[in-house]
């Protein structure tokens, strides 16, 4: 074959959504890479041959896209390196498929091929992931219940009902507060858990001080205060 997959094999669980990456890509073997026309094809299980797109290459004068996938396909090239790359972007669980390169000597026509010389890839399976959107964090804040004893007291700090599962505690009294635990997540169903612990000294929570817990997360940030005289879980 004068065509071969460089990093090819199942591509299972990508997860492609948002800026145009590169998918895959081609490197062309024992040939002039520019002598030829390059196409880029899928198959989805079950169904026929689809076409994405065509290019000339050494020439980006020459590119041609299926009109349904022009919006979510680029063909790029280094011709230093006989290589074709195809680039894509938002990609959903419905655009799993073998993708494959393909040679022609002669201009393409689609899937059509005007010459009697044509090379095609191996194929590659791509299978995409859909990625559930994620979950902003629920905060609940504790107190020690009672008077208890000693000079110490803690205060915690429960994020629940979170996706993904990153999440980062922090505390504050006016200042960062680095004298605090927090403890590995806890995937419970679908979602995550999260709990940090603060211990604080009695004389400062007795006196009024406030306290904040914040969480930071891919949804954003989300804090809640702590302070005496209020109903705490």
């Given amino acids: 074959m004068g065509a071969t997959w460089r990093g090819g094999g199942d591509r299972s669980g990508c997860d492609i959504s948002g800026a145009m990456v590169k998918l895959l890509n081609c490197t062309v073997k024992y040939f002039d890479m520019t002598s030829y026309y390059m196409s880029w094809i899928r198959q989805k299980p079950g169904k026929a041959l689809e076409w994405i797109g065509s290019v000339n290459s050494g020439s980006t004068d020459a590119l041609d896209y299926s009109d349904s996938l022009k919006d979510q396909f680029t063909l790029t090239e280094d011709v230093s390196t006989s290589t074709q790359f195809l680039e894509a972007k938002s990609l959903r669980s419905e655009d799993s498929a073998v993708y494959y390169c393909f040679l022609c000597l002669a201009r393409i026509e689609r899937l059509h091929c005007d010459s009697a010389f044509d090379y095609w ?5 791509v299978t995409v992931s859909s990625a559930s959107s994620p979950t902003a964090p629920t905060l609940f804040p504790l107190v ?10 803690t ?3 429960i994020a629940t009902g979170f996706t993904p599962a990153s999440l980062t505690f922090k505390w504050n009294d006016g200042v960062p507060l680095t004298d605090f635990v927090q403890y590995p997540v806890v995937k419970t169903g679908d979602e995550y858990m999260g709990v940090s612990q603060l211990r604080i000294k009695r004389a400062d929570w007795d006196a009024s001080k406030t306290f904040k ?3 930071e997360h891919s949804t954003g940030s989300k804090e809640v205060i702590l302070r005496p005289g209020k109903s705490y879980l």
Avoid: P
């Fill in 121 to 125: 890839g191996k194929g590659t399976m």
């Fill in 144 to 153: 020690q219940c009672g008077s208890g004893t000693g000079d110490m007291m």
């Fill in 213 to 215: 817990c914040a969480v």
């Fill in 155 to 157: 205060l915690g700090c």
